[in-house]
């Protein structure tokens, strides 16, 4: 079993056995066994939304005895919270594996994932911090305005005179 902390301060346990796949699949239409087919991991991690349905239904017996409905139990899932929590349900799955082969591969499978989310993030890093994205911005902003820059006007139309009433 594993554990995380979601934003409100509690502590969920992860435990995933034949119940929690079925619980899982019935509230959420998610078989978390295509874990093995390398698919879901992506799905999951691209969608925050419907991972945490996927987590609240792993959790949701404990959620049930504490009394905190989804609404509540998404509200406290953001940034750490989310990334603990799909670390918790992917190392559970990894460990509840019937195969050991399967067990071997999905592992095989978390550390790639997390390679190339780790090499991802580094290379944002990389941009971010070489200045190319605010280049990439300067120069979008500079081709959308028609080259005018902040500040300046992006007509070239001399004020008419007619529009200005006499005195």
């Given at each position: 079993?594993?554990?995380?902390?979601?934003?409100a301060g509690?502590?969920?346990?992860?435990?995933?056995?034949?119940?929690?796949?079925?619980?899982?699949?019935?509230?959420?239409?998610?078989?978390?066994?295509?874990v093995?087919e390398?698919?879901?991991i992506?799905k999951?991690?691209?969608?925050?939304?419907?991972?945490?349905?996927?987590?609240?239904a792993?959790c949701?017996?404990?959620a049930d005895?504490?009394?905190?409905?989804?609404?509540?139990?998404g509200?406290?899932m953001?940034?750490d919270?989310i990334e603990?929590?799909?670390?918790?349900?992917?190392?559970?799955l990894v460990g509840?594996?019937?195969?050991?082969?399967?067990?071997?591969?999905l592992?095989?499978?978390?550390q790639a994932?997390?390679?190339?989310?780790?090499?991802?993030?580094?290379?944002?890093?990389?941009?971010?911090?070489?200045?190319?994205?605010?280049?990439?911005?300067?120069?979008?902003l500079?081709?959308?305005?028609?080259?005018?820059t902040?500040?300046?006007?992006?007509?070239?139309?001399?004020e008419?005179s007619?529009?200005?009433?006499?005195?």
């Amino acid at each position: 079993m594993r554990q995380f902390k979601d934003n409100a301060g509690r502590t969920w346990t992860v435990d995933i056995n034949v119940a929690t796949l079925k619980r899982v699949r019935g509230l959420t239409g998610v078989d978390l066994m295509q874990v093995i087919e390398g698919t879901l991991i992506e799905k999951l991690i691209r969608d925050p939304v419907l991972l945490c349905d996927v987590v609240y239904a792993v959790c949701k017996p404990e959620a049930d005895a504490a009394k905190v409905s989804d609404e509540e139990f998404g509200k406290a899932m953001a940034g750490d919270a989310i990334e603990a929590a799909t670390t918790a349900v992917l190392e559970e799955l990894v460990g509840f594996c019937p195969s050991p082969r399967d067990r071997a591969n999905l592992g095989r499978v978390l550390q790639a994932t997390r390679k190339v989310m780790d090499r991802a993030r580094d290379l944002v890093e990389k941009k971010l911090d070489s200045g190319e994205l605010d280049r990439l911005a300067d120069r979008l902003l500079s081709e959308g305005s028609g080259g005018a820059t902040a500040g300046s006007s992006s007509t070239s139309a001399p004020e008419s005179s007619a529009s200005t009433p006499a005195p």
